[in-house]
Protein backbone atom coordinates (compact mmCIF):
# COMPACT_ATOMS: atom_id res chain seq x y z
CA UNK A 1 0.00 0.00 0.00
CA UNK A 2 3.04 2.51 0.77
CA UNK A 3 4.89 1.71 -2.57
CA UNK A 4 1.82 2.12 -4.66
CA UNK A 5 1.35 5.87 -2.68
CA UNK A 6 5.20 6.32 -3.75
CA UNK A 7 4.56 5.41 -7.37
CA UNK A 8 1.39 7.47 -7.01
CA UNK A 9 3.36 10.53 -5.71
CA UNK A 10 6.33 10.20 -8.08
CA UNK A 11 4.14 9.87 -11.33
CA UNK A 12 1.99 13.30 -10.16
CA UNK A 13 5.40 14.94 -9.39
CA UNK A 14 6.67 14.28 -12.73
CA UNK A 15 3.74 14.94 -14.86
CA UNK A 16 3.45 17.95 -12.63
CA UNK A 17 6.86 19.07 -13.78
CA UNK A 18 6.04 18.83 -16.98
CA UNK A 19 2.63 20.49 -16.86
CA UNK A 20 4.48 23.21 -15.51
CA UNK A 21 6.97 23.40 -18.34
CA UNK A 22 3.85 23.40 -20.70
CA UNK A 23 2.32 26.37 -18.75
CA UNK A 24 6.00 28.11 -18.92
CA UNK A 25 5.77 28.01 -22.95
CA UNK A 26 2.05 29.21 -23.26
CA UNK A 27 2.95 31.98 -20.95
CA UNK A 28 6.14 32.82 -23.31
CA UNK A 29 3.38 33.02 -25.94
CA UNK A 30 1.44 35.57 -24.31
CA UNK A 31 4.08 37.75 -23.40
CA UNK A 32 5.62 37.59 -26.51
CA UNK A 33 1.86 38.37 -28.37
CA UNK A 34 1.36 41.51 -25.84
CA UNK A 35 5.24 42.74 -26.68
CA UNK A 36 3.99 42.84 -29.78
CA UNK A 37 1.31 44.65 -29.53
CA UNK A 38 3.01 47.14 -27.24
CA UNK A 39 5.61 47.59 -29.95
CA UNK A 40 2.86 48.14 -32.88
CA UNK A 41 1.41 51.08 -30.18
CA UNK A 42 5.09 52.83 -29.87
CA UNK A 43 4.97 52.19 -33.82
CA UNK A 44 1.40 53.99 -34.30
CA UNK A 45 1.86 56.43 -31.72
CA UNK A 46 5.62 57.83 -33.06
CA UNK A 47 4.21 58.07 -36.73
CA UNK A 48 0.01 58.77 -36.20
CA UNK A 49 0.42 60.44 -32.69
CA UNK A 50 3.50 62.22 -33.24
CA UNK A 51 4.01 61.63 -29.81
CA UNK A 52 7.05 61.69 -27.75
CA UNK A 53 8.68 58.46 -26.42
CA UNK A 54 8.11 59.53 -22.75
CA UNK A 55 4.86 60.42 -23.73
CA UNK A 56 3.98 57.43 -25.20
CA UNK A 57 4.94 55.55 -22.06
CA UNK A 58 2.65 57.23 -20.33
CA UNK A 59 0.57 55.96 -22.42
CA UNK A 60 1.48 52.67 -22.31
CA UNK A 61 1.12 52.66 -18.54
CA UNK A 62 -2.32 53.52 -18.81
CA UNK A 63 -3.53 50.45 -21.75
CA UNK A 64 -0.64 47.51 -20.97
CA UNK A 65 -1.28 44.63 -18.65
CA UNK A 66 1.20 43.39 -16.22
CA UNK A 67 4.11 43.46 -15.70
CA UNK A 68 4.55 46.21 -18.33
CA UNK A 69 2.13 48.84 -16.95
CA UNK A 70 4.52 50.00 -13.80
CA UNK A 71 7.22 49.68 -15.82
CA UNK A 72 6.05 52.07 -18.42
CA UNK A 73 5.15 54.27 -15.74
CA UNK A 74 8.78 53.94 -14.30
CA UNK A 75 10.30 54.97 -17.04
CA UNK A 76 7.80 57.85 -18.04
CA UNK A 77 8.28 58.96 -14.17
CA UNK A 78 12.37 58.98 -14.30
CA UNK A 79 12.16 60.74 -17.30
CA UNK A 80 9.90 63.80 -15.92
CA UNK A 81 12.59 64.15 -13.04
CA UNK A 82 15.47 65.18 -15.74
CA UNK A 83 18.08 63.47 -13.94
CA UNK A 84 20.44 63.52 -16.85
CA UNK A 85 20.31 59.90 -18.09
CA UNK A 86 19.23 59.32 -21.40
CA UNK A 87 15.77 57.59 -22.47
CA UNK A 88 17.61 54.22 -23.69
CA UNK A 89 19.52 54.24 -20.57
CA UNK A 90 16.21 54.50 -18.39
CA UNK A 91 14.13 51.89 -20.94
CA UNK A 92 16.77 49.45 -20.77
CA UNK A 93 17.33 49.42 -16.96
CA UNK A 94 13.46 49.07 -16.61
CA UNK A 95 12.90 47.10 -19.06
CA UNK A 96 15.71 44.70 -17.82
CA UNK A 97 13.84 44.99 -14.12
CA UNK A 98 10.56 44.17 -15.62
CA UNK A 99 11.33 40.97 -17.78
CA UNK A 100 13.88 39.32 -15.18
CA UNK A 101 11.27 36.97 -14.66
CA UNK A 102 9.55 36.92 -17.93
CA UNK A 103 9.49 33.41 -19.72
CA UNK A 104 10.86 35.09 -22.73
CA UNK A 105 14.47 33.75 -23.76
CA UNK A 106 17.73 35.96 -23.89
CA UNK A 107 17.68 37.04 -27.16
CA UNK A 108 14.30 37.65 -27.03
CA UNK A 109 14.81 40.14 -24.00
CA UNK A 110 18.14 41.56 -25.68
CA UNK A 111 15.49 42.96 -28.54
CA UNK A 112 13.68 44.82 -25.85
CA UNK A 113 16.55 46.00 -24.06
CA UNK A 114 18.40 47.69 -27.38
CA UNK A 115 14.88 48.93 -28.79
CA UNK A 116 15.58 52.81 -27.80
CA UNK A 117 18.70 52.56 -29.35
CA UNK A 118 20.04 55.44 -32.08
CA UNK A 119 16.19 56.75 -31.81
CA UNK A 120 16.70 59.77 -30.18
CA UNK A 121 17.99 61.55 -33.29
CA UNK A 122 16.20 60.20 -35.85
CA UNK A 123 12.89 61.59 -37.18
CA UNK A 124 9.48 59.80 -36.75
CA UNK A 125 9.68 57.86 -39.81
CA UNK A 126 12.90 56.15 -39.02
CA UNK A 127 12.08 55.48 -35.33
CA UNK A 128 8.96 54.21 -36.22
CA UNK A 129 11.20 51.57 -39.12
CA UNK A 130 13.32 50.61 -36.30
CA UNK A 131 10.68 49.93 -34.26
CA UNK A 132 8.94 48.11 -37.15
CA UNK A 133 12.31 45.87 -37.14
CA UNK A 134 12.19 45.13 -34.05
CA UNK A 135 8.79 43.89 -33.97
CA UNK A 136 9.16 42.07 -37.05
CA UNK A 137 11.92 39.67 -35.38
CA UNK A 138 9.77 39.40 -32.53
CA UNK A 139 6.48 38.41 -34.38
CA UNK A 140 8.63 36.13 -36.32
CA UNK A 141 10.00 34.47 -32.74
CA UNK A 142 6.66 34.15 -31.33
CA UNK A 143 5.50 32.59 -34.92
CA UNK A 144 7.94 29.98 -34.18
CA UNK A 145 6.77 29.56 -30.95
CA UNK A 146 2.93 28.87 -31.81
CA UNK A 147 3.90 26.36 -34.70
CA UNK A 148 6.34 24.81 -32.17
CA UNK A 149 3.87 24.24 -29.27
CA UNK A 150 1.54 21.66 -30.07
CA UNK A 151 4.42 19.17 -30.79
CA UNK A 152 6.61 20.44 -27.79
CA UNK A 153 3.97 20.45 -25.44
CA UNK A 154 3.40 16.57 -26.45
CA UNK A 155 7.01 16.02 -26.54
CA UNK A 156 7.06 17.39 -23.01
CA UNK A 157 4.18 15.70 -21.47
CA UNK A 158 5.39 12.47 -23.03
CA UNK A 159 9.01 13.33 -21.60
CA UNK A 160 7.66 13.68 -17.80
CA UNK A 161 5.91 10.30 -18.20
CA UNK A 162 7.96 8.64 -19.06
CA UNK A 163 10.47 9.88 -16.37
CA UNK A 164 8.31 9.48 -13.65
CA UNK A 165 8.03 5.60 -15.51
CA UNK A 166 11.77 5.51 -15.10
CA UNK A 167 11.87 6.76 -11.66
CA UNK A 168 8.85 4.01 -10.27
CA UNK A 169 11.43 1.20 -12.07
CA UNK A 170 14.46 2.65 -10.57
CA UNK A 171 12.99 3.00 -6.85
CA UNK A 172 11.05 -0.24 -7.14
Not at 138 to 146: F, I, S, V
Request: hydrophobic share 40%.
Amino acid sequence: MLKLAGVLCILAGCTGLGFNKIKEEKSRIRHLQELIRVMKRIQNEISYGKHTLPEICLILSEHCYEPYRPCFRAIYEQMQRQEGVSLDRIWEQQIKLCLRNAPLQEDEKEILYGLLRNTGIQEEKYQAQSMGQSMDLLDRKCRQAEDAYENKSRMIFSLSVLAGVFLVILLI
